[in-house]
């Protein structure tokens, strides 16, 4: 690694100079990468599988070093677990790796094409994106998923990882590179930025001539402030703010699974379920059953005036509460009287990601399918299953909230773009 | 139309509000627009080509308008010309729009999907991308091009043509929303800036709430003005500097033919050829049979040395030749002495628009292919290929040189982005 830490007397144009010419590397780095045969990519994913369990010792040990120093840095519990490794955590990590490694190679992938009238051949093909920008948090097995996730959709990555983590995210990189030198591939591939400078950041970000994306993961804050300096397209993850409406027409006990489901199996996830609204014909029986089931698992209730008078006792909801994605154990609720007055409320107050109708009625189905504008549409099925790999496109870099280029979980494909191949035999327009 | 032009005091804040509620109701069109049967939006786009032959004569009337101001607005005969409406354009125009309607619809394409283990159901479904903001310059045709394929895709566009085709586009806009509200669909799905001030593009950029892509058509400066301003996705059609590479193995014929359709069958448009790369094994024989060609239309030559030593009397290429987008009857050359010379030349001086070999050689017409990093990659033909309908997507809103969500010719299915519906039978998460 030619550039891990930079001496502290550096200034600015120094800094600069430094993340210039690791940028130049990695769009290198990227051209070499495009065309490599997936087998030569697979080889590097399973020796990094094996290298994860085999070098488990000086793996932890970095993370010891990050873990020492983290009560300093004010991490709290919460933090303190995702930032911490342990053998059992690595060898999860292998094994997401290895299934990265059986994954189809989305590069070079035949997308479509057809033979034109005049014998012209037309093709289009999946190829890389390029450079990737990768700017996420703490938890050190993203370094190695998302490397994982880049290498084999061809692109070369900037690694940008929380600070807290420093220590265990360069050793992490240190041996990605390694083995990627050892398998014939360029190590340049996977870098990572060499300080914890913030300014560093703002550098890539007016570059598009060497990268061609940039993922942010982590706080709206965050996400905003790439989003006002980036020069390339950004990939977008904002909030989850995901509905579940029980129709007129509902199986009320599989209604219960699926809220039970969406609000309390992992609250602080993205396509847990924040709002619950329910038709008015079933509110009278449902509500009671429903609310007693959610505070057994601690939820607590806000609804609106015609929730309130069926449960009594709960507090009243706010126009901010249906805006809102708690991420916690909180759930508002809305009596509607119609389908469209759901779809409406959705349309109007949700976020786009995930929002799922529990019916019998075919029609109310299709209409909720069609009118819901979210990147995922349940039908009777909870919204924890919008997911990459619960949804079939194996393991994701995140979901996006966006509707340019991908929607919905990003995997290995969503990394790609593609070009045309056209072949004649000597055509030329008339 | 409810704002078409401003009264001359208004202010600034007149200005914004008034752009503000247009592009409300653009953001609600669409909604309506999203799910609307094709059958509907086909027998629209009928109307319109219809009524483009019957109406010709108010259509004219304001075009010649247009005609009359435009000598004090300072057009030269170059842009009368694009600026002006002929009934044999105006019957173009509609035939354009009668195969918009032949073409499928991209909205509710099912783009895979598949049944999991689980028994859950996931279906890739295309839908719009939303409200379409398009910057464009004189040609009056495009206005209805563009209306169309936006419409048949689902969206909703806010459109802003050039000042100098005022009076046209409004006539045309107008024939297009009153056909709109005729057929059931909303009118606010076609709308025009209603002001030729500047300020009103930067109001519009401001608004990714209401906008979900900018496509500016024009010349870099507006297109580079557009991404530093613009919150939301921009989709970037810059320069074609496009090259064809005459191999060692190539049929001289054949490349001979297509060198000269690349560059004079239409030399300003952006697939036209900017560049030949000549092998050094055929360079002497070849470049005097093309030079000959080549002048015979008039086209100037620019050599690098090797070039200039066979072609005594051309002018030399600088570096800035091979960088460079002439639009004209210009053409650099360069004598390469491998493929991998041409392809690492390509590469770093080319646009990433399209590139041409001609070749007998399989290996390295498929090295050719895969190591050009172009949106259009041509074997044994010419680059004038790279066009929508020419490749089979059919009419097309522009050709994009970025990577991101749509590479090359931008036709319907470019304007559409998908969601996906999971449908289980009270499938929870374990």
Redesign the interface.
Known sequence: MKATTLPAESGADALQASCRALAERARQAA?EL??VPSERKNRWLLAVAEALEREQDSLLRANAEDMAAAPQRGLNAAALDRLKLTPARLQAVAQGVRQVALLPDPVGEIRGG?R?PNG?E?CKIG?P??VIFFIYESRPNVTVDAAALCVKSGNAVILRGGSEALQTNLALTQLLRTLLARCGLPEDAIQSVPTSDRAAVGYFLRWPDCI??VIPRGGKSLIERV??EA?M?VLKHYDGNCHVYVDAAA?L??AE??I???KC?RPGVCNAAESLLVHANIADIFLPRIAAALQQHGVELRGCPETCRRLPGITPATEEDYAQEYLDLILSIKVVHSLEEAIEHI?TYGSHHTDAIVTRDLQA?RLF???V??????????T???DGF???LGAEIGIST????A??PCGLRELT?????????????E
């Open positions: 051209r495009a065309w057809e034109r012209l037309v190829v994106l390029g061609d994306l989003v006002a020069r397209p199986d006990d599989m699974r699926i039970v489901n969406a199996q349309n189905a399918a069609q009118r504008d979210s990147a995922a549409v349940m039908i009777n099925a909870s924890r299953f919008h619960e949804m079939g966006d509707r340019f280029h929607r919905g773009t593609y070009k045309y191949l056209v072949t004649g035999e000597g055509h030329i327009r």
